[in-house]
């Protein structure tokens, strides 16, 4: 019986090509990309003062673009490519067409899907690095840091857990959509290179006020919606563990935002809208190295832990610890990825389900891949104990290298070019750096609710204009 004319080998559908599966590869991808642009570009364009808005945007535009660019250049090659020494692969370009319509390493669909699908990736672990450093870093220098802390750190941790070829690979870590990667990666490397750049000015650290939260919201949710296709997309096919880890995502963020927001309310007597953004982001983080491989009520657990535990690191611990303090976060990446990626991967270990373990990495041997709380179960103490030491382990790799890394890419850096900005750029903001401000308007996100109510006082303000002429601010 032949095949219906739509699915028979053509030379535009070789027999190895699935269509179902590379249809929701290049969606999958593209939801993740829609996380960046418009998602976190208006994110960060809303949740900082007025004066940084199109500063802080644009650093998420510009590292989207100069990502892709490396990406087919060389970084996915050196991510996933042939071994070019123990960490990395070799270097070389991701454009010639035989190879891009060739299958990619795993999966039923072509390399340049394979390319799409991990560049989108790569993208947004450089975006929220920036989330770090929004408000005073020079533009040039963060125009020469994306390149190289792409090439020099984000390789090296993707070939390690992500190729199959990998040292942690083989060793059996379980990481299944980035918590490793991309969030304990950003959060590290963002945290570190906050040290090096420096703090925002004196003013802006004590006041920052989102110029527009619901802006903040509509970005915020991009990012949440976004994420279907961040953990939905990592089986590499239309299965049942891509609708598993959809759907633990969101029950996890879900519960996530929920805990924060009940422990906003109980300490504080308010219930915060950004305090509710911060949940989900953590929720979202801790699920991403969990999503498929756990059961529905593990992930409801990690989300109360993600949104209690990275609560406590950033409302009391970085009030206390000198180096939290001394260090300007701006977006807090270190509580909201470092510490919510490290949950996510220490809680994996311990909640990974051998049996849907078995579907996502397609082995037999379950002892592969087992959580502590099933080898406790089980009986299979070695086996759930092991794993929890390779996830340990991972943890330990990317902290290190990225510490090491990031701080070796930002020393370079400043050779050539500061890495802050001057003081009187500092003062003006986007205006002095672009020579563009987001909002024809007066004012630094302060309330104005009428000329009489104003706590400034009436005076304070510039007079009404005569009828047919325009008020300047």
Same mark, same amino acid.
């Given at each position: 019986?032949?095949?219906?004319?739509?699915?028979?080998?053509?030379?535009?559908?070789?027999?190895?090509?699935?269509?179902?599966?590379?249809?929701?590869?290049?969606?999958?991808?593209?939801?993740?990309?829609?996380?960046?642009?418009?998602?976190?570009?208006?994110?960060?364009?809303?949740?900082?003062?007025?004066?940084?808005?199109?500063?802080?945007?644009?650093?998420?535009?510009?590292?989207?673009?100069?990502?892709?660019?490396?990406?087919?250049?060389?970084?996915?090659?050196?991510?996933?490519?042939?071994?070019?020494?123990?960490?990395?692969?070799?270097?070389?370009?991701?454009?010639?067409?035989?190879?891009?319509?060739?299958?990619?390493?795993?999966?039923?669909?072509?390399?340049?899907?394979?390319?799409?699908?991990?560049?989108?990736?790569?993208?947004?672990?450089?975006?929220?690095?920036?989330?770090?450093?929004?408000?005073?870093?020079?533009?040039?220098?963060?125009?020469?840091?994306?390149?190289?802390?792409?090439?020099?750190?984000?390789?090296?941790?993707?070939?390690?857990?992500?190729?199959?070829?990998?040292?942690?690979?083989?060793?059996?870590?379980?990481?299944?959509? @980035?918590?490793?990667? /991309?969030?304990?990666?950003? #959060? %590290?490397?963002?945290?570190? !290179? &906050?040290?090096?750049? +420096?703090?925002?000015?004196?003013?802006?650290?004590?006041?920052?006020?989102?110029?527009?939260?619901?802006?903040?919201?509509?970005?915020?949710?991009?990012?949440?919606?976004?994420?279907?296709?961040?953990?939905?997309?990592?089986?590499?096919?239309?299965?049942?563990?891509?609708?598993?880890?959809?759907?633990?995502?969101?029950?996890?963020?879900?519960?996530?935002?929920?805990?924060?927001?009940?422990?906003?309310?109980?300490?504080?007597?308010?219930?915060?809208?950004?305090?509710?953004?911060?949940?989900?982001?953590? @929720?979202?983080?801790? /699920?991403?190295?969990?999503? #498929? %491989?756990?059961?529905?009520? !593990? &992930?409801?657990?990690? +989300?109360?832990?993600?949104?209690?535990?990275?609560?406590?690191?950033?409302?009391?611990?970085?009030?206390?610890?000198?180096?939290?303090?001394?260090?300007?976060?701006?977006?807090?990446?270190?509580?909201?990825?470092?510490?919510?990626?490290?949950?996510?991967?220490?809680?994996?270990?311990?909640?990974?389900?051998?049996?849907?373990?078995?579907?996502?990495?397609?082995?037999?041997?379950?002892?592969?891949?087992?959580?502590?709380?099933?080898?406790?179960?089980?009986?299979?103490?070695?086996?759930?104990?092991?794993?929890?030491?390779?996830?340990?382990?991972?943890?330990?790799? %990317?902290?290190?290298?990225?510490?090491?890394?990031?701080?070796?890419?930002?020393?370079?850096?400043?050779?050539?070019?500061?890495?802050?900005?001057?003081?009187?750029?500092?003062?003006?903001?986007?205006?002095?750096?672009?020579?563009?401000?987001?909002?024809?308007?007066?004012?630094?996100?302060?309330?104005?609710?009428?000329?009489?109510?104003?706590?400034?006082?009436?005076?304070?303000?510039?007079?009404?204009?005569?009828?047919?002429?325009?008020?300047?601010?």
């Amino acid at each position: 019986m032949s095949l219906p004319l739509n699915l028979q080998p053509d030379e535009s559908s070789p027999e190895w090509l699935n269509k179902g599966d590379n249809a929701w590869q290049l969606t999958a991808a593209t939801l993740v990309g829609l996380q960046s642009v418009p998602g976190l570009v208006i994110l960060y364009g809303s949740i900082v003062k007025k004066k940084w808005a199109v500063n802080s945007a644009f650093m998420a535009l510009y590292a989207f673009a100069a990502v892709l660019i490396c990406w087919v250049g060389w970084g996915y090659q050196m991510s996933f490519g042939k071994e070019f020494i123990k960490f990395l692969g070799r270097p070389d370009v991701s454009l010639d067409e035989k190879f891009l319509l060739d299958r990619a390493f795993l999966g039923y669909f072509p390399n340049a899907t394979m390319i799409y699908f991990q560049f989108v990736f790569a993208a947004i672990t450089l975006i929220l690095i920036a989330g770090a450093l929004l408000g005073r870093m020079n533009f040039h220098a963060w125009m020469a840091f994306v390149p190289l802390w792409l090439t020099f750190s984000y390789t090296v941790v993707a070939y390690s857990i992500w190729c199959p070829g990998g040292w942690l690979a083989k060793k059996g870590i379980i990481d299944y959509s @980035g918590g490793y990667v /991309i969030h304990l990666s950003s #959060g %590290v490397a963002g945290f570190t !290179a &906050a040290y090096w750049v +420096g703090p925002r000015a004196t003013k802006d650290r004590e006041r920052f006020p989102p110029n527009n939260i619901l802006l903040m919201l509509a970005g915020a949710g991009l990012l949440w919606m976004g994420w279907t296709g961040f953990n939905g997309g990592d089986p590499y096919a239309v299965s049942i563990d891509a609708s598993l880890a959809v759907l633990n995502t969101h029950v996890c963020t879900a519960t996530s935002l929920l805990t924060w927001l009940l422990l906003d309310i109980l300490f504080f007597g308010k219930p915060s809208v950004i305090g509710a953004t911060q949940g989900m982001i953590t @929720g979202l983080v801790c /699920i991403t190295p969990a999503a #498929g %491989v756990v059961q529905g009520w !593990a &992930a409801i657990l990690m +989300g109360i832990m993600s949104g209690s535990i990275p609560w406590y690191t950033m409302m009391v611990l970085h009030k206390k610890i000198w180096l939290l303090k001394q260090i300007d976060d701006t977006m807090a990446v270190f509580h909201t990825h470092a510490v919510a990626g490290s949950l996510g991967g220490i809680l994996t270990g311990f909640f990974a389900n051998p049996k849907l373990n078995r579907i996502f990495y397609l082995v037999e041997d379950w002892q592969h891949y087992i959580g502590l709380g099933y080898g406790l179960q089980s009986g299979r103490f070695a086996a759930g104990f092991k794993q929890m030491g390779i996830q340990l382990l991972g943890i330990v790799f %990317v902290i290190t290298w990225n510490v090491l890394m990031t701080s070796l890419i930002c020393l370079l850096i400043r050779v050539v070019v500061p890495l802050r900005l001057t003081d009187d750029e500092l003062q003006t903001g986007d205006d002095a750096i672009h020579g563009e401000e987001a909002y024809a308007l007066w004012g630094d996100g302060e309330k104005y609710e009428s000329r009489i109510n104003s706590i400034y006082g009436a005076e304070e303000f510039p007079p009404p204009a005569p009828k047919g002429e325009v008020q300047m601010a």
